[in-house]
DNA sequence: CTGGGGAAGGGGCCC
DNA sequence: CGGGCCCCTTCCCCA
């Protein structure tokens, strides 16, 4: 009995001191952390004091893109963003995306920063979401953030220019596929679809993979076949704690995992043939085929 | 049920 | 402004 107390005593003076050491390098990552934040700022306030000292030297090169340009008296005198200036007589190019944004930074984001791109239910349920640095700049007064949007009306799609817009509507709202497939008649509506597609018919694969040397017709298969060589799985599905490499994968297993959750009288998908139902439409569809086989 | 490839839709943006 | 390319996302199918 005795020893039980001795062993109870020792387990109880180990974890105390496992509890501790685990607190003390919280508190040195946190602080870590801060002393980064606090460097960061001041990094930020030097390179917003180098801009604005920057843009009152040469206020003309910093028009932006939307500006109209305005005639210019000196041939030489370029005015656009897009020009080159002779440094030392060393072309340089202008980077005039990365003054704005530099020149927008604000010292801190607001804070209901939304994140564009990110599915903030998927988020709220652990869904890994990577964040472009145009995600980062979107929150934080970037130039494209501010810019006047043209939305359609029809579906209240934003786009930044008119001509996108236009193609927009005639694909998604005219109900015309203006490109048909010589081979097998299919109607797309884009040229690019089409160019595609005939890809396929022709077995056109001009994507390698560099690790196995497979053939690909699309960078994005391509590129998401890679990542089996890799072993990136960029979707983490909350639900069951696992990694995967395909988006879609995610979704049909969060539909199963949510539709077990709730009662199976709760599924959503149903067979309009025999009334069964199922978690997903991919399960469905499955289903769907013993009718037709029986037919 | 899971993992993987094929195909298409559609927005961004360069030229 | 439009064509075309790039890329991401979504859906489907199959082993």
Not at 8 to 25: D, H, K, P
Not at 172 to 192: T, W
């Amino acid at each position: 009995m005795l020893g039980e107390q001795r062993l109870r005593l020792l387990v109880r003076e180990r974890l105390a001191a496992a509890a501790e050491e685990i607190f003390g390098l919280v508190e040195r990552t946190v602080a870590e952390y801060r002393e980064e934040v606090v460097r960061s700022r001041r990094e930020i306030l030097q390179l917003r004091e180098q801009v604005e000292r920057l843009s009152e030297l040469r206020p003309p090169v910093l028009l932006p893109k939307a500006e109209p340009l305005q005639p210019s008296e000196d041939p030489d005198h370029r005015t656009t963003v897009e020009t080159k200036e002779e440094v030392d007589g060393v072309q340089v190019k202008q980077e005039p995306p990365d003054l704005f944004f530099l020149a927008d930074v604000q010292e801190s984001p607001p804070e209901d920063a939304t994140l564009p791109h990110c599915d903030l239910e998927a988020a709220a349920r652990g869904v890994t979401v990577t964040l472009s640095e145009e995600d980062w700049r979107g929150g934080e007064g970037s130039s494209s953030g501010r810019k006047n949007k043209t939305a359609c009306r029809f579906c209240g799609a934003a786009f930044k220019r008119d001509c996108d817009l236009l193609r927009h509507t005639a694909e998604s709202h005219s109900g015309r596929k203006a490109f048909k497939c010589p081979e097998c008649g299919k109607e797309l509506a884009r040229r690019d679809s089409l160019v595609l597609h005939l890809r396929t018919h022709r077995g056109e694969k001009p994507h390698r993979c560099p690790f196995c040397g497979r053939f690909f017709s699309q960078t994005s298969n391509l590129r998401v076949h890679m990542r089996k060589h890799t072993g990136e799985k960029p979707y983490y599905c909350g639900c069951c704690q696992k990694m995967v490499a395909h988006s879609y994968h995610l979704k049909i297993c969060l539909q199963r995992t949510s539709a077990q959750a709730r009662t199976a009288g709760a599924r959503a998908f149903r067979c309009p043939r025999c009334g069964k139902k199922f978690c997903t439409a991919a399960d469905l569809k499955v289903h769907k085929r013993i009718h037709e086989a029986r037919k």
